[in-house]
């Protein structure tokens, strides 16, 4: 399982992670001499009751929050560090609004420098935190007293941590695998590494593995988990993986290392947007934003789906400049290029949309779409209409297991052949007009003995 910290710069993120892990996540020699946190940084962390979770150490600086929406992705719970002598800061809105969006089950809040402020004053900024998490619908949230110089409080926040990241569903590992890559590197005798959080599903060494969105195929040397040798990543972990006949130049940042050969990358999806109700109002058609997906960064334009009330969700087509590596229910945040701010995000429906008109739909319907794949299943069904809907394609399509594609294809209700799946819909469309031909075709020739299936192929516009 992963945690990852999210809050305003100098609140005392990389303290706390140190103070709780033993390990310093600053790692570049920049960040000891500027004394902030400019990259990820990472540390293992063991707690009662859980074992040994990944922690993931992010900047602060609105500078960098394109590396914290990396760092974000991903985890299973956001640590919010809130420094007691200053109280909730811009940076601690973004983060929070970045998370939320993100929708990442379980919250922490750690007020760290406690030490520095007294009672009075602690109670204070107890109070504005508790409205913040309120007014974001997250009042549950706990929130942790902690100092990392005195290191008063910190077995109570290792207990909560614990506690909440004991209620937090574990990945499944009969999934797909995929690991966006947040870092590339060589290591003398060994060559090109990446580091990742494991998304989904589990590789083992020697395996082959894609490099997307450029294809490229390599063979897994070695995997390392927190730090020790390991023969599998499994999903929920951090893992760093040594890739052979790969030269560094070839992986970076943005890439996602899949363990399916099929999964292709995509410059089109559809997808449940939400903004924010400040800028949607005067947001220009097809205006172009940054997307973040994973540990990717990329151009984006959107297409809304009729007229969406500022801050409501809406259908949207997404066009973007480069790749991405999709799956239905994947999230994603969206972003100003300038001025740099945070505007929304969304939930992906159909990583491999069609151009076609976009209808609004109701409330209810885009409540299921973006938590059901069985929904997104009949959505994509739809889309694909005639054409079929490619069965090995379901699990990116509609997010699921394989396993759990199997089971959708067989309760869908629709008509299945070889390798397509076809909504009934369609199909009955389909023999409407080929009766329709079959009967013209009878009328203007009674004396054949039936219809050329080449003429009806033609007809049709098989």
């Not at 590992?173 to 060559?191: C, E, I, N, W, Y």
């Not at 151009?299 to 239905?328: F, H, M, N, Q």
């Not at 794949?373 to 394609?393: M, N």
Request: proline letters at 5%; charged letters at 25%; glycine letters at 10%.
């Amino acid at each position: 399982m992963i945690i990852g910290t999210a809050g305003h710069i100098d609140h005392g993120k990389t303290a706390l992670v140190k103070a709780l892990t033993g390990i310093d996540a600053d790692r570049l020699p920049e960040e000891k001499r500027r004394g902030i946190t400019i990259d990820l940084g990472f540390a293992p962390l063991t707690l009662d009751g859980i074992g040994v979770v990944g922690v993931v150490d992010v900047p602060g600086h609105e500078d960098f929050v394109r590396s914290m929406l990396v760092g974000a992705s991903g985890i299973d719970l956001g640590l919010v560090v809130v420094a007691a002598d200053e109280g909730v800061m811009p940076q601690t809105r973004e983060h929070l609004l970045i998370l939320e969006l993100l929708q990442i089950p379980r919250l922490v809040v750690a007020l760290t420098k406690s030490d520095l402020v007294d009672r009075d004053w602690l109670e204070l900024v107890t109070a504005d935190v508790s409205a913040l998490l309120s007014e974001r619908g997250l009042k549950s949230t706990p929130i942790v007293n902690c100092s990392s110089r005195t290191g008063a409080g910190l077995d109570e926040l290792r207990k909560t941590l614990a506690v909440e990241l004991g209620q937090t569903a574990r990945r499944t590992h009969d999934d797909l695998f995929r690991m966006p890559v947040d870092r590339a590197f060589t290591v003398k005798g060994t060559g090109t590494v990446v580091t990742g959080t494991v998304w989904s599903g589990e590789l083992a060494v020697d395996s082959v593995v894609t490099i997307q969105p450029a294809g490229t195929q390599s063979r897994v040397r070695r995997i390392e988990q927190h730090g020790s040798p390991s023969t599998e990543a499994t999903a929920g972990s951090r893992a760093a993986i040594a890739l052979a006949s790969i030269e560094v130049s070839e992986v970076s940042r943005g890439c996602v290392l899949v363990g399916e050969p099929s999964w292709r990358p995509t410059t089109q999806f559809e997808a449940v947007i939400t903004l924010d109700p400040d800028i949607a109002t005067n947001l220009s058609a097809r205006a172009r934003l940054r997307l973040h997906a994973g540990s990717s960064e990329v151009g984006a334009r959107l297409v809304l789906a009729g007229s969406s009330e500022a801050g409501t969700r809406s259908i949207a087509r997404v066009s973007t400049d480069e790749p991405l590596t999709l799956r239905g229910g994947d999230r994603f945040v969206l972003r100003l290029p300038a001025p740099l701010r945070t505007i929304g995000g969304g939930v992906v429906i159909d990583p491999y949309a069609r151009r076609r008109s976009l209808a609004s739909v109701s409330r209810g319907q885009i409540d299921e779409l973006t938590v059901s794949a069985r929904s997104r299943l009949a959505w994509a069904l739809d889309a694909e209409a005639q054409r079929g809907l490619t069965i090995a394609d379901i699990p990116f399509r509609a997010g699921c297991t394989p396993a759990e594609a199997h089971i959708m294809v067989e309760s869908a209700g629709a008509f299945s052949d070889t390798h397509n799946l076809f909504a009934l819909r369609a199909v009955e469309q389909v023999m409407a007009s080929v009766r329709r031909i079959v009967a013209e075709y009878e009328i203007k020739s009674p004396l054949n003995p039936g219809i050329p299936a080449r003429t009806l192929r033609r007809f049709a516009g098989a």
